[in-house]
């Protein structure tokens, strides 16, 4: 069972920035999608895709739209990561504060190498 990969899917809004105190630091701090995914390169995860999404919504919102140049604070932005059920975990626990209130579904995988 421990061989055996899972997927974590983050749901993020897309104007999420990492939670940060001062104002400088708020005006500077990354997107959360993007400093999760340097996150989880850092600590060994096998995978990690931030999904481009053309139109959805998250829960309690309206259907947002994708456009190319702008990006409604509410569009819906997936950050899906690939490991062990433990790591994922782990990784839940380690970035608690920056995904409070944030929807994270862990699916169990059957992964196929086709040769």
Known sequence: MMD???TLRIYIPSGTRVKASGFVKKLTAPPLSHYLLRQ???EG???AIIHNVSVGYLAGMKISY???EIKAGAH???LEL???VAELKKFINDYEEHLE???CI???SEEYTIT
């Open 40 to 42: 989880a390169r850092a």
């Open 4 to 6: 055996t990969l899972s």
């Open 106 to 108: 862990i699916s169990m």
């Open 101 to 103: 209130g944030l929807r």
């Open 66 to 68: 994708s456009h190319q």
């Open 82 to 84: 690939i490991g062990h």
């Open 76 to 78: 819906p932005e997936c």
């Open 45 to 47: 995860l096998a995978q």
